[in-house]
């Protein structure tokens, strides 16, 4: 289930036309406002990762590992929009 929602917040910048999905409309952000965008909504994947698991129980701490791996998953499930944004063919944007 908490993979499911970061596949889907990590696409968001890439098929959403407002800025932090709730923002002004404008549909011409370059890849630099995307990754922007990105790296918050895996932050907010990460807080919200944090409350699941102190609700279950105790919190683990994470070592710096962690934070790398999560970035890496996170660039890797974005893919499908970034290509969809920027590299297909024929794109109007």
Known sequence: ??????????NL????PRMLIVGPRRPQR???WRL???LLLGGLAIGLGVI???QVGQRHSQGWVFYVTL???????????FVWRFLRRG???
Do not use: W, Y
């Open 91 to 93: 794109h109007d944007d």
């Open 30 to 32: 370059g890849i630099g």
């Open 1 to 10: 289930m908490t993979l499911l929602v970061l596949v889907v917040m990590a």
């Open 36 to 38: 922007l965008e990105l």
């Open 71 to 81: 970035l890496c998953l996170l660039l890797t499930f974005a893919f499908p929009g």
């Open 13 to 16: 910048p890439f098929f959403a």
């Open 52 to 54: 699941l698991e102190m």
